[in-house]
């Protein structure tokens, strides 16, 4: 009983942090924390079942973030008619050659039983395909990127509503983490880091640089919205009647409106996740991914097969992180892929999980609304405190001016000491796992 | 003569800028198989180090230039290197006192020492870019060249040029130097011995009487003298800047992985092997084919296999492949 007090009272004081922030700072600012720290809680929950809950150790949670965004350009954009007359097809054909020569490539590594001639084949294989793959694909890029590309230059989408992106952004995201599940686990846990830390620097790098699909660092905004826009709203009567029926004017109540529209969505989608996975951890399922964790000799032993039970929580985490990623880019309205960097998309979201309590599902949620909430307000304080100690210096001081310049670099350092001194003091974290 | 241009072009764009980056990941890739072999951890802070280590001979190299001290026409930054070793092995001694001890204590698995790590990157990245900012800094001075494309063009009668950079030429011969005192002290001196003991078997190693706190010492001040000359031969040669010295970790992991983790000489010939596949795969053969090809089957296109941007998905790929066929790596290397 006590525990869930506790829990109660720590989720209370977070956010009262964030209604405080509402008081001093400004609505606006308490509610994009509460939007990002529900994407923030998102992530934190996908990466709590992979670590948390099976022991995987996953960095490359920014390309699974990103493979989310970019399912949301995929879904929701209008699709360029110009440019997929220009070189659509060949670059679908490119594509696909692609898939089928890797395909081909694996069936035949089966097929070959003769190590060296397996080896050989296999390696002039792809070299002799890789060059029909560029030769297919490349007239199709140039073609589509030249189509007018200071507002398109590539493909665009499909034209569907956004919402459908969030799933697709979880399939993508399985998807990625079924090829990386497939090769890296079963290894020692390390090596899947290094591979996850890998393919997410990939993925990234084709976002930045696959023009036709991403339109890469020019990119893409305007993605529709779930919700109404601000004009909207002002435009409608009944909207600004009820405003002012609160005492606001009709700009500020239209901005919160939307933000509060999109934290009720996002807050839906976690609770739905929240109460999936709290109904996986208590299950037999749950309880079988705990002993494999805890002991994978004896699960083995037991006849689990610990390989493929890896296979399934790390697709399942990384969908989950995919939905996150969709979600944010429909927040933001954009995909800006020069945006993703791996200390605020995946190391960030390590510290929610080891601050919250690994292996508690809603202590990884309470990790990712208070080091959200840190990571947003550590500036301004540290802005404020640096000004403090400085003060009986001389205003022009180069070292003050030094000091209140990089102020901005302070978050990641109080991060990483808030992740020590957890891991130091409090190793099960703030909510810890029963 | 076409042939001997092609050769001139294929050293100057590919094989000196392979085996200039191939030292400095050697460096690199050597300093994490150090800890890892005898730490046994996978130290995601090592790409910041080198940062740091980098950052205090740049402010060094700065205070020297400005009172005037210099060892023109080498660069300045070699005169601050070992003071930025020196301030970087007490740093690194002190995180091994105030964080990394209490877990080697417990007999923390390798995992929870993974994650510690990632915290203590966390630290080090925010104090450089605290420290320095986050932008590009050039500190390489003294001569540029060793001989540049116009001379090498002049003397020969060529006309390909082939530049040798002064930086180049330093990161070769130091790498070279490191390595040998390294491999000497390791295999030759007591101190070396007793690491490489404690790493084939700690328990044993502690039976004959090794001191597990000396041997941690040593291993640390080894790591951030070879921490710090990778990286500041990396921003010798190319420029410093905070973010890239992250992004370095992978091809640094590449390396040590694909020699085997824990075994010094695969770091160093991973660091090669991926260097060379990095500049082969991202360099625009179409010069070189034009020399060699008889002139009705030269390339229209640049003849590039994937653009530079993609230089991660190399050492990506030669990773995935290792780990598959062979994961202990090349060498044999060990595995928790």
Known sequence: MTDNIKTYLLFAAVFLLIVITGFIQSWNSALFILNMGLISAVMSLGVNLQWGIAGLLNVGIMGFVGLGGLATVLISMQPVPEAWNAGGPRILAGLLFG???????????????????????????????????????????????????????????????????????????????????????????????????????????????????????????????????????????????????????????????????????????????????????????????????????????????????????????????????????????????????????????????????????????????????????????????????????????????????????????????????????????????? | MEFLHAVIVLSNFVIIPAITYGSQLALGALGVTLVYGILRFSNFAHGDTMAFGTMVAILFTWWFQSIGVSIAPLPTALLALPIAIVLTALLLLGTDRVVLRFYRKQKSAPVILLIVSLGIMFVYNGLVRFIIGVGDQRFSDGSRFIISARDFKKLTGLDEGLAIKTTQVITVITAVMVVALLFWFLNRTRTGKSMRAFSDNEDLALLSGINPERVVLYTWLIVAALATIAGTLYGLDKSFKPFVYFQLLLPIFAAAIVGGLGNPLGAIAGGFLIAFSEVFITYAWKKVLTYTLPEQFAPSGLMQLLATEYKFAVSFAILLVVLLFKPTGLFKGKSL
């Open chain 1, 99 to 434: 898939v089928l020569t890797i395909t081909l490539s694996v069936w035949v590594y089966k097929k070959i039983k003769n190590a060296r001639w397996r080896f050989f084949s296999i390696l002039i294989f792809l070299v002799c395909s890789f060059f029909v793959y560029k030769s297919i694909l490349t007239p199709g890029v140039v073609a589509v990127e030249a189509v007018n590309p200071a507002a398109t230059g590539y493909l665009g989408g499909l034209g569907l509503p956004v919402l459908l992106a969030w799933p697709v952004g979880g399939l993508m995201a399985a998807g990625a983490a079924w090829i990386i599940g497939k090769t890296a686990l079963g290894l020692r846990s390390d090596y899947l880091a290094i591979a996850t830390l890998g393919i997410s620097e990939i993925i990234i790098a084709i976002l930045r640089n696959e023009d036709w699909m991403t339109r890469g660092v020019k990119n893409v905004a305007g993605i529709p919205r779930p919700v109404p826009y601000e004009i909207d709203l002002q435009a409608s009567e009944n909207f600004v009647n009820r405003a002012a029926s609160f005492g606001l004017d009709p700009t500020t109540a239209s901005t919160l409106f939307v933000k509060i529209a999109y934290a009720g969505l996002f807050g839906l989608v976690l609770l739905v996740l929240v109460w999936l996975s709290q109904r996986a951890l208590n299950s037999p399922w749950g309880r079988m991914m705990r002993a494999i964790r805890d002991n994978e000799t004896a699960a083995q032993a037991m006849g689990k097969d610990i390989k493929s039970r890896h296979l399934q929580i790390f697709i399942l985490g990384s969908a989950v992180c995919g939905i996150a990623g969709a979600m944010m880019t429909t927040l933001d309205a954009q995909l800006t892929p020069g945006a993703y960097q791996p200390l605020r998309f995946t190391f960030l979201i390590w510290v929610m999980v080891i601050v919250g309590g690994s292996g508690s599902n809603l202590g990884s949620i309470l990790g990712g609304f208070l080091v959200w909430f840190l990571w947003v307000q550590v500036e301004p304080i540290g802005y404020w405190l640096v000004d403090l100690i400085t003060a009986p210096m001389d205003p022009q001081s180069p070292v003050r001016l030094h000091l209140l310049d990089s102020v901005a670099q302070m978050r990641l350092l109080t991060m990483g000491l808030f992740l020590l001194l957890m891991l130091r003091f409090y190793p099960r974290g703030m909510i810890p796992e029963k």
